[in-house]
């Protein structure tokens, strides 16, 4: 019989050992082989490389790099078709591997080449957007360790880089993919971004850098002063009429994301000028006249952010006619260096930085790295919204306990459909759908172009 004491203690287990049970199990490798045999969608995936249905120079002579599981790196593998692919990935069972660029020639036998004309190509346009760069902003959570609170920080980047890609820069086949822990990636598949230069990509990433410097710069915005004419892009994310976006009223009247993230996120929730050190800092980005010696001291007893940015606001609407260009400036400039996104810019600005896939397993979490649609992005938790191999393992063995044991082709067959994965590779599927239909319509309108001759 078993100890009613020992029956108690193991009920009390609490929720964050469940969790490091379940990610302990998710990176064993002999779960990991069988999520790589069952379940990752090679398939899917390498369709939405190649852009075509038979093998294209997109996939045979694309980069693989493989990361072991003794931490051995294994860059330059490519495959002439996506069961090939898969089969070296479950022969090698890698902790993790990366997607790299189109090369002249395949990588594989680069080394039988002439160097010379072994160079890539092509390459998504990748984007990388990590907590790390709000650190000095957050107020909920410091180092690895990420809530869906300040999620809301990645949320409002997403929103904002994804209008700017599809608005500002005519882009539209955008993949955004969940980094297993604590940040998030953008693959634009477009003929157009594929076939950037490096310096293209360089000049492209570096007009969305509007903040700069690091932890010692106090101001990293410097759009302009007084009489400014802000960029449409950088006016659409932030929206106009700064002075009438009281942070106390009951729902922001704004729907421009950059204010409406400042008021929800940065003053409402994060609450992120409460500690003397952060408000000093809002006090710093302020035009320096007798009116920010009046805040600090109404300061020093406790206010909420939100209080104190209404203070700001107020004695902003009772500044002198020709002071108030500065201040309204000062201020859209706070407001876009709390909240616009930050990019890791290294990741974007060349063709050939490697890249984890999507649908690779994160080896802190185990959860796996699946695609998300932009208006999923907000309501997104990091801690639940993923599923982790080893729920999806057992959700394999629940169907199968339901509708008996596998098929006898069930080494080949994808097994994605039974479980939690299905809709986030449904959502990559659609993508490729799109993709490929768009690759279709450019051959024929070549074709009746040269007919037209
Ligand atoms: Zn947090």
């Given at each position: 019989?078993?100890?009613?004491?020992?029956?108690?203690?193991?009920?009390?287990?609490?929720?964050?050992?469940?969790?490091?049970l379940?990610?302990?199990?998710?990176?064993?490798?002999?779960?990991?082989?069988?999520?790589?045999?069952?379940?990752?969608?090679?398939?899917?995936?390498?369709?939405?490389?190649?852009?075509?249905?038979?093998?294209?120079?997109?996939?045979?002579?694309?980069?693989f790099?493989?990361?072991?599981?003794?931490?051995?790196?294994?860059?330059?593998?490519?495959?002439?078709?996506?069961?090939?692919?898969?089969?070296?990935?479950?022969?090698?069972?890698?902790?993790?591997?990366?997607?790299?660029?189109?090369?002249?020639?395949?990588?594989?036998?680069?080394?039988?080449?002439?160097?010379?004309?072994?160079?890539?190509?092509?390459?998504?346009?990748?984007?990388?957007?990590?907590?790390?760069?709000?650190d000095?902003?957050?107020?909920?959570?410091?180092g690895?360790?990420?809530?869906?609170?300040?999620?809301?920080?990645?949320?409002?980047?997403?929103?904002?880089?994804?209008?700017?890609?599809?608005?500002?820069?005519?882009?539209?086949?955008?993949l955004?993919?969940?980094?297993?822990?604590?940040?998030?990636?953008?693959?634009?598949s477009?003929?157009?971004?594929?076939?950037?230069?490096?310096?293209?990509?360089?000049?492209?990433v570096?007009?969305?850098?509007?903040?700069?410097?690091?932890?010692?710069?106090?101001?990293k915005?410097?759009?302009?002063?007084?009489?400014?004419?802000?960029?449409?892009?950088?006016?659409?994310?932030?929206?106009a009429?700064?002075?009438?976006?009281?942070?106390?009223?009951?729902?922001p009247?704004?729907?421009?994301?950059?204010?409406?993230a400042?008021?929800?996120?940065?003053?409402?929730?994060?609450?992120?000028?409460?500690?003397?050190?952060?408000?000093?800092?809002?006090?710093?980005?302020?035009?320096?006249?007798e009116?920010?010696?009046?805040?600090?001291?109404?300061?020093?007893?406790?206010?909420s952010?939100?209080?104190?940015?209404?203070?700001?606001?107020?004695?902003?609407?009772?500044?002198?006619?020709?002071?108030?260009?500065?201040?309204?400036?000062?201020?859209?400039?706070?407001?876009?260096?709390?909240?616009y996104?930050?990019?890791?810019?290294?990741?974007?600005?060349?063709?050939?930085?490697?890249?984890?896939?999507?649908?690779?397993?994160?080896?802190?979490?185990?959860?796996?790295?699946?695609?998300?649609?932009?208006?999923?992005?907000?309501?997104?938790?990091?801690?639940?919204?993923?599923?982790?191999v080893?729920?999806?393992?057992?959700?394999?063995?629940?169907?199968?306990?339901e509708?008996?044991?596998?098929?006898p082709?069930?080494?080949?067959?994808?097994?994605?459909?039974?479980?939690?994965?299905?809709?986030?590779?449904?959502?990559?599927?659609?993508?490729?759908?799109?993709?490929?239909?768009?690759?279709?319509?450019?051959?024929?309108a070549?074709?009746?172009?040269?007919?037209?001759?």
């Open positions: 019989m078993a100890d009613p004491q020992e029956e108690l203690e193991a009920a009390l287990v609490d929720v964050d050992d469940v969790r490091m379940d990610v302990d199990e998710s990176v064993d490798p002999m779960a990991l082989l069988a999520y790589y045999r069952r379940l990752l969608p090679f398939r899917s995936l390498y369709t939405w490389l190649n852009q075509d249905v038979a093998p294209t120079r997109n996939f045979v002579n694309r980069e790099a493989f990361t072991l599981q003794n931490d051995v790196y294994l860059r330059y593998q490519s495959f002439q078709t996506w069961d090939e692919w898969k089969k070296e990935v479950c022969r090698l069972n890698p902790s993790r591997f990366e997607i790299g660029p189109v090369y002249s020639l395949k990588p594989k036998d680069r080394k039988t080449l002439q160097r010379a004309t072994f160079k890539p190509v092509a390459r998504e346009l990748v984007f990388d957007i990590d907590m790390t760069d709000y000095e902003i957050r107020t909920c959570c410091s690895k360790d990420i809530c869906a609170r300040c999620w809301q920080f990645i949320a409002v980047a997403v929103e904002v880089l994804d209008a700017v890609l599809r608005e500002d820069f005519g882009l539209s086949h955008l955004w993919v969940y980094s297993g822990r604590r940040g998030i990636h953008c693959w634009v477009d003929a157009d971004a594929c076939a950037l230069t490096d310096e293209a990509r360089r000049a492209l570096g007009w969305t850098e509007i903040i700069k410097g690091g932890q010692n710069q106090v101001k915005v410097d759009l302009g002063g007084g009489s400014r004419a802000l960029h449409p892009s950088i006016r659409r994310a932030l929206g009429n700064i002075l009438q976006s009281s942070a106390g009223a009951p729902a009247q704004t729907t421009a994301p950059l204010q409406r400042f008021i929800n996120t940065v003053l409402r929730d994060q609450d992120c000028f409460r500690e003397e050190t952060h408000y000093e800092t809002l006090l710093a980005l302020l035009p320096q006249d009116s920010v010696n009046r805040l600090r001291s109404r300061w020093a007893a406790p206010r952010s939100v209080a104190k940015w209404d203070d700001v606001l107020d004695t902003a609407r009772k500044s002198s006619d020709r002071a108030r260009p500065s201040w309204i400036a000062a201020l859209e400039d706070i407001v876009i260096q709390y909240t996104p930050r990019i890791d810019s290294e990741v974007s600005r060349r063709q050939n930085h490697l890249l984890k896939s999507p649908f690779v397993v994160h080896p802190a979490t185990g959860r796996v790295c699946v695609p998300l649609e932009v208006d999923q992005v907000h309501t997104f938790d990091p801690h639940t919204g993923a599923p982790t080893a729920q999806l393992l057992r959700e394999l063995t629940r169907y199968e306990a509708h008996g044991s596998q098929e082709d069930a080494e080949r067959r994808a097994e994605w459909d039974r479980t939690s994965l299905k809709p986030f590779v449904e959502q990559l599927d659609r993508l490729s759908q799109r993709l490929l239909r768009d690759a279709r319509d450019a051959k024929r070549a074709a009746r172009h040269s007919l037209d001759f």
